[in-house]
């Protein structure tokens, strides 16, 4: 089985940041992409930012530029820094993984969700 955790989500004024962090673990699988989403009440999940296994990132117009994905040495992990933090920006936060095992892509794989509240 494949579990992401996702954790460092939290109530935050405007202009801070805070920094989410996702571990990807499973016996025997990989993980390629990497990516963050968010969904806030009312509104569709709505992509954020992806790093790939090389280190390529790509960003949503919304968060470019205060925003920046990273992965850890163990490709396993994904963090996401959040600068400059709005109200537009509260959101459950999702992490999501391209999960392949050997030669085959298994799909996507998400997690649970972290709760980011902006608000003074």
């Known amino acids: 089985q494949v579990q992401l955790v996702e954790s460092g989500g939290g109530l935050v004024q405007p202009g801070e940041s805070l920094r989410l962090s996702c571990e990807a673990s499973?016996?025997?699988?990989?993980?390629?992409?990497m990516a963050w989403y968010r969904q806030a009440p009312g509104k569709q999940r709505e992509f954020v930012a992806r790093?790939?296994?090389?280190?390529?990132?790509l960003y949503a117009d919304s968060v470019k530029g205060r925003f920046t994905i990273s992965r850890g040495n163990a490709k396993n992990m994904v963090y996401l820094q959040m600068n400059s933090l709005s109200p537009e920006d509260t959101a459950v936060y999702y992490c999501?993984?391209?999960?392949?095992?050997?030669?085959?892509?298994?799909?996507?794989?998400w997690g649970q969700g972290t709760q980011v509240t902006v608000s003074s």
């Open positions: 999501n993984a391209d999960v392949y095992t050997g030669l085959t892509r298994l799909g996507g794989a």
């Open positions: 790093i790939t296994s090389g280190g390529s990132t």
């Open positions: 499973g016996s025997g699988f990989s993980f390629n992409d």
